[in-house]
């Protein structure tokens, strides 16, 4: 997989960020979905890179050539999402209609006793998905690689002041011990999967029409510490409306240690095909806007 992600820096500052959610608190969701059309705009004719990318996933997914529609579509369910955010945070969930598939396989997991590990990617709304747990009176620990995004989550954290509790920072000594504990304690721990962190070990298996790299990492944390996987999904489907749909994905109980290889290779492929799906389901609900296939030779 490409580490181009791991570049690409965050745009805009710190003000003008505080700023754009001070606007949406104040003037409310109606008036500030308006402005996200000039913004999306902005962003889809000045950031050849993003429009390069978007590009090049919406050629695969849609299976045609993606017109100027199809692009700012995509950058605009992105900003949707983005702005949905403030309001999540501040556990404004009256403002959403949610459906919710699979319930049970998540909530048959917890009665057991042990937490789990939920595994997203940047595909629609994780915040929906905490808005959830919360709903349920449930903590969902969110595992991720902040350095890319110090901004965003400065803010979002002064919003919610309780995220800060919730997000376990990869790449400090204590991250694993913050990861058992939260098991322990029988919270659930949300991953995404569809991005590597620098030499971290990758799998390439078939998504859309080619091979990509997805990492191995979250599967061998699930073997080492003898919890399930559930794949969670939060797709976005317009105007206040969302879907979560979660799925049992990898169960580690019972895989010997002679078959983890391919236990954890069964599972990349796995969690490849039903992103897959959900791509296609919802295709403009994905953003990585980088080269996922990192194939240079792919024409712009």
Known sequence: MSQAWLEQRERGNIIAIRLLV?????????????LLYPACLYFLVSASHLRAASRKYLRRV?????????????????????????????DRVELFQSEI??????????????????????????????????????????????ENVRMVNAVAKAINPALAEDVISLGRFDSML???ERLRESQWVGMLGDRALHEEAQLRVPFLGAEAGFP????????ML??????????????????????KLFEP????????????????RLY?????????????????????????????
């Open 253 to 268: 109980r019972g895989v010997e240690r002679t078959n983890r290889a391919d236990a954890i290779e069964q599972a990349v």
């Open 62 to 90: 849609l299976g045609r050539a993606p017109r100027f529609s199809d692009l700012f579509r995509h950058f605009f369910t992105f900003g949707a999402v983005g702005l949905d955010r403030v309001y999540l945070l501040k």
């Open 216 to 223: 191995t990492a979250p599967f061998r944390l699930a073997l």
């Open 101 to 146: 598939s699979g319930e049970d396989v998540l909530l048959d997991v917890t009665r057991g006793g042990q937490g789990c590990f939920l595994l997203g990617a940047h595909l629609g709304s994780f915040e929906i998905l905490r808005a959830f747990g919360t709903s349920k009176r449930l903590r969902i620990g969110l595992v991720m690689y902040e």
């Open 22 to 34: 001070g606007v949406a608190l104040w003037l409310g969701r109606p008036v500030a979905r308006l």
């Open 226 to 247: 003898r919890r399930p996987v559930v794949l969670m999904v939060g797709l976005y489907l317009g105007g206040n409306r969302y879907s979560m749909h979660f799925e």
């Open 272 to 300: 490849a095909q039903r992103l897959e799906q959900y791509c296609l389901q919802a295709p403009y609900n994905w953003f990585n806007f980088y080269d996922f296939w990192n194939d240079s030779s792919e024409h712009k």
């Open 178 to 180: 913050k990861v058992q």
